[in-house]
């Protein structure tokens, strides 16, 4: 069956194009990683921050 809609995203913030399933697969993993990392001072892990896109890290 279809899915129907574009099989491209764009970020309506910067305009970036990814294929659809490219960006579900890279938000699966964001949400993933938002959930384990953590803050350490020093230069050690620090939790992941939004970013200024929904789909780019800064």
């Known amino acids: ?19 659809r399933d490219v960006n579900g697969a890279r938000n699966i993993m964001l949400r993933a990683l938002q959930a384990v990392a953590f803050t350490i001072d020093g230069d050690a892990i620090l939790k992941l921050e939004s970013a200024n896109c929904s789909i780019w890290l800064d």
């Open 1 to 19: 069956s279809k899915l129907g809609g574009a099989k491209v995203f764009k970020c309506p913030k910067c305009g970036t194009q990814l294929l």
